[in-house]
């Protein structure tokens, strides 16, 4: 079993910054590629990011380039997404995603992610 927890959202005007976090806990051995994607409402979900298991292969949207930096601690099994320089259209809820994978090369489609977190908010509004 995958468990994948989140979070970090909020509320957060416009040109601010937040950071998210996601921690795994496994009962069986990676490595695993972890990422980001988002959904906002009425949306299909998107990729924003994500990270190679030893952090030498990152990918990042066209749209959060520049603004969002994915980033991994494996001591303790935890991704981060440093926001920055937010925007309303970075409104919705994010997921933490991951599946197991050694290759440095990573997915940017979900359904190649076998497991899922719950989401955190991150609403930008002034």
């Known amino acids: 079993q995958v468990q994948l927890v989140e979070s970090g959202g909020g509320l957060v005007q416009p040109g601010g910054s937040l950071r998210l976090s996601c921690t795994l806990s496994?009962?069986?051995?990676?490595?695993?590629?972890m990422g980001w994607f988002r959904q906002a409402p009425g949306k299909e979900r998107e990729f924003v990011a994500a990270i190679s298991y030893d952090s030498s292969g990152t990918n990042h949207a066209d749209s959060v380039k520049g603004r969002f930096t994915i980033s991994r601690h494996n001591a303790d099994f935890t991704i981060y997404l440093q926001m920055n320089s937010l925007k309303p259209e970075d409104t919705a809820v994010y997921y933490c995603?991951?599946?197991?994978?050694?290759?440095?090369?990573?997915?940017?489609?979900?359904?190649?992610?076998?497991?899922w977190g719950q989401g955190t908010q991150v609403t930008v509004s002034s």
């Open positions: 496994a009962q069986t051995f990676g490595p695993y590629v």
């Open positions: 995603a991951a599946y197991k994978d050694a290759n440095t090369v990573v997915h940017t489609t979900p359904r190649r992610y076998e497991y």
